[in-house]
């Protein structure tokens, strides 16, 4: 039984030494293998302003964060609604949220968009000024956060780096309210 949610202050990686950077690699996967979940704090963002965006789109009418629809195009990116069953044989029940799902937003002339990985092309934003910039900049804080602490773990545990972490397929992401 859990007692406690760790909280973890990812600070270091910011303007950590390489031992700082080590260290926090060892305690997030010492919260991942003895809790399964932790809190992040010492982030250089916003997570208020993430929040108010994400409350701000969630409160639009329905046809027009339909018009940001996941379904709408062939990337796994946009607006996902209430009763949208998932695409995997698991995912038999409707949701009970809905979200925002994020992945790399990349041109359409970029070679990994062009080769039909649903995980790249350019994301569909809604129009509401500053929404982009402050859901892709959480969600670019968190992939380096996830890339610098799984490949300190890598370093530590095996000597290698996982290359593949800076521009994998599975890079995703969802903001629900």
């Known amino acids: 039984m859990i007692n406690q949610i760790p909280i973890i202050d990812v600070s270091a990686i910011y303007s950590g030494s390489e031992c700082e950077k080590m260290e926090l690699a060892e305690k997030i996967n010492q919260a991942a293998v003895s809790t399964g979940v932790f809190y992040i704090s010492g982030?250089?963002?916003?997570?208020?302003?993430?929040?108010?965006?994400?409350?701000?789109?969630h409160g639009m009418p329905i046809e027009y964060k339909e018009r940001y629809a996941i379904g709408q195009n062939m990337r796994h990116a946009g607006y996902v609604p209430l009763s949208e069953n998932g695409l995997y044989e698991d995912e038999t029940y409707r949701r009970r949220y809905e979200s925002f799902d994020i992945s790399l937003d990349l041109d359409k002339s970029d070679l990994d968009c062009q080769s039909g990985n649903i995980f790249y092309g350019p994301i569909?934003?809604?129009?509401?000024?500053?929404?982009?910039?402050?859901?892709?900049?959480?969600?670019q804080n968190m992939l380096e956060i996830s890339k610098k602490t799984l490949n300190q773990k890598?370093?530590?545990?095996?000597?290698?780096?996982?290359?593949?972490?800076?521009?994998?397929?599975?890079?995703y992401s969802n903001v629900i309210y």
Do not use: H
Not at 129 to 135: A, C, L, M, V
Not at 154 to 170: A, E, F, I
């Open 43 to 57: 982030l250089d963002i916003n997570v208020r302003e993430v929040y108010e965006y994400s409350k701000l789109f």
């Open 124 to 139: 569909n934003w809604p129009d509401i000024q500053g929404f982009r910039k402050t859901i892709y900049g959480y969600f």
């Open 154 to 171: 890598m370093l530590q545990n095996s000597g290698r780096v996982l290359d593949w972490l800076y521009k994998p397929g599975t890079n």
